[in-house]
């Protein structure tokens, strides 16, 4: 089955740094994801991203997060200056022509900030 | 807002047990319904959906009935295996393309044998 794959699956940063955390969605998917989870919490939206521009987002996606689809294969996320409270799993995930009618999400990067 | 609530876990079961994990909403609209399963050092896979009331959802002897009247989407599963063993997640979205999902904490369910 196609999967959605996450790089770094680990990333170990300190505070004020940018970091970027990349995704490759599936090929022919048009709806891009990200979530995150801090440890021991929900699992929470934080921006969806179609036809090259952000369709929704969260109250969580401030200024300090931003997302870029570069080369009609990656799909990133930058942080521009972690927080402490940035340290999650963030995970990335795909959907086809039907929406979210089902996610393809990948194995995630886990971000600690120190 | 919409939300989801899932039961607390760990929920620890020995081989060929049954199992219920239960998941309850507030939503506006009529949402669709998923469970979400996270096996260890993998992403998030979808079990099964239901996408109006009454519907059941189906997958690997998971189970789960959307029930309007009581806002629930329980997950069920009549005998558990080891490589049950994961992260449950129960969530739910509106019907428009592209809409976010809304996950409840996650439920840990550990399977000895």
Request: glycine fraction near 8%.
């Amino acid at each position: 089955e196609p999967e959605v794959t996450q790089t770094p699956s680990h990333q170990v940063t300190q505070m004020g740094q940018e970091v970027i955390l990349r995704c490759v969605p599936i090929s022919n998917h048009l709806y891009f994801y990200w979530y995150r989870q801090i440890l021991g919490q929900k699992v929470e939206f934080l921006v969806s991203f179609y036809n090259n521009e952000i369709s929704e987002k969260s109250e969580i996606f401030d200024d300090q997060f931003s997302v870029e689809r570069p080369d009609g294969s990656n799909f990133t996320l930058k942080i521009r200056s972690t927080k402490l409270e940035d340290s999650a799993m963030y995970f990335c995930a795909s959907s086809g022509a039907a929406g979210n009618e089902k996610l393809f999400f990948g194995s995630g990067t886990q971000l600690s900030v120190l | 807002g919409d939300s989801v609530t899932q039961m607390e876990g760990p929920v620890t079961l020995s081989e060929e047990a049954f199992l219920t994990i239960n998941c309850t909403y507030t939503a506006t609209g009529y949402p669709s319904l998923f469970w979400y399963v996270q096996y260890p050092g993998e992403g998030l896979q979808l079990l099964l959906k239901a996408t109006k009331a009454d519907d059941k959802g189906s997958n690997k002897g998971f189970e789960a009935t959307y029930r309007k009247e009581t806002t629930s989407f329980h997950l069920e599963k009549g005998s558990v295996q080891v490589s049950d063993s994961a992260v449950y997640f129960c969530a739910l979205s509106g019907n428009q393309a592209g809409t976010a999902l809304i996950f409840g904490k996650g439920t840990t369910l550990s399977v000895s044998s």
